[in-house]
């Protein structure tokens, strides 16, 4: 167990539809990184939250969004729903200053 | 830009057989290097890291040398057990604070 909590575990949904992705870094981790897999692009670092404020983008659409809470938890909302946006959503946080990124679970969302 | 290169799998062994699975990394600068492991319905699980040229990093009896000369970090075990059946993944962090760099990942498959 990472520490890491996502939240939901499974998602289904359909075309056009938006989602919420939820997820609670380990205690004392200011970091929070969303990443996507997927069978086709592999892992893709999506976006990154410090302390509640943006830090870095990725290959992230314009669709999606993203933001961090006071209490630290990072939700990732996903709009006007594709069918190629159905992949394993990960949730990633490290200490300030370190490398080490650790992982949830994931949240698994099929588009249909 | 910097980039990983994984072995394509599956990589299907006998039980007891000697792994190796190939990383190289493109980087400018001192990268810091990880080994991620995914267990099937699993998230990522960091095996090992090695932050610096010439360390060598090892976890549950794997181990990956970190060699400038050669920009590679090759992951091997001497002995491997159905256990160790995943998916690993390479990958690079060019400074703390920044976005993992992940390989394609390579499915290992281990039978008795």
């Known amino acids: 167990d990472s520490g890491v909590t996502q939240t939901p575990k499974h998602l289904i949904t359909a075309t056009g539809q938006r989602v919420t992705l939820r997820c609670s870094p380990r205690?004392?981790?200011?970091?929070v990184y969303w990443y996507q897999q997927s069978l086709d692009q592999g892992l893709q670092f999506l976006i990154q939250?410090?302390?509640?404020?943006?830090?870095a983008k990725g290959n992230i659409l314009e669709r999606f969004s993203a933001q961090q809470f006071p209490d630290l938890h990072s939700e990732l909302n996903l709009s006007s729903l594709e069918l190629g946006d159905s992949a394993l959503y990960f949730c990633a946080s490290s200490l300030r200053g370190q490398e080490t990124q650790y992982f949830g679970p994931g949240t698994r969302l099929l588009v249909l | 830009g910097n980039s990983v290169t994984q072995m394509e799998g599956p990589v299907t062994l006998s039980e007891e057989a000697f792994l190796t699975i190939n990383c190289t990394y493109t980087?400018?600068?001192?990268?810091?290097l990880f080994w991620y492991v995914q267990y099937p319905g699993e998230g990522l699980q960091l095996l090992l890291k090695?932050?610096?040229?010439?360390d060598k990093g090892s976890n549950k009896g794997f181990e990956a040398t970190y060699r400038k000369e050669t920009t590679s970090f090759h992951l091997e075990k001497g002995s491997v057990q159905v256990s160790d059946s995943a998916v690993y993944f390479c990958a690079l962090s060019r400074q703390a604070g920044t976005a993992l760099i992940f390989g394609k990942g390579t499915t290992l498959s281990v039978s008795s």
């Open positions: 939250y410090y302390n509640g404020e943006e830090r």
């Open positions: 090695a932050t610096k040229a010439d």
């Open positions: 980087a400018t600068g001192y990268p810091s």
């Open positions: 205690s004392g981790d200011l970091s």
